[in-house]
């Protein structure tokens, strides 16, 4: 397993993140007037917070609205000797959407999407048994989603009040 070295941010980094966070099509150009940098400032280090894994830009959808019907999580045991290969299955598949290693009683905790329970039932009965080393699945189908944030690091307080000009 690979060990994550963070970038270390600075306060300028972190006010970018905050903005972003809070809306993610801003314009370098308006970044740029809010924070009282240049606009290369902003390009620059938004790009190496891009290419170092920090800042990923994308649209959210939430796909009970999108009319994929059946959101699932499905809790796994695995032989040991086997997880990793479990692991890379998992991923190929397209409706696993969301895959962790966890502590307890399961070894991984995987979020599916899926059109339908019956695309759900398929990929329990026929495409999770093929899978050598999983030894049993625990499953639980989401009714309603009630919070789904993709705010990982507090940076709200780094964010400064935005100024007039004018």
């Keep these: 397993m690979r060990t994550i070295q963070p970038l270390a941010l600075d306060d300028l980094d972190k006010k970018i993140l ?24 902003i390009r620059k280090r938004v790009k190496r917070l891009e290419e170092s894994g920090v800042l990923k830009t994308m649209g959210v959808t939430d796909p009970l609205k999108m009319g994929l019907d059946t959101v699932a999580f499905i809790w796994f045991k695995v032989e040991r000797h086997h997880l990793e ?49 999983i030894i049993s699945t625990e499953t639980s ?23 007039s000009h004018g």
């Design 18 to 41: 905050a903005y972003l966070q809070e809306d993610g099509r801003m314009t370098f150009v308006t970044l740029a007037a809010q924070l009282g940098v240049s606009e290369g400032t």
């Design 85 to 133: 290969k479990v692991i890379v299955a998992l991923k190929e598949l397209a409706a696993v959407r969301y895959l962790v290693v966890t502590t307890g009683g399961y070894d991984l905790v995987a979020m599916v999407v899926l059109p339908n329970r019956t695309q759900l039932v398929t990929l329990l009965n026929d495409k999770l048994s093929q899978i050598e080393g």
């Design 141 to 163: 189908i989401v009714l309603q989603i009630h919070k789904q944030i993709h705010e990982w690091a507090p940076f709200k307080s780094y964010r400064e009040t935005e100024v």
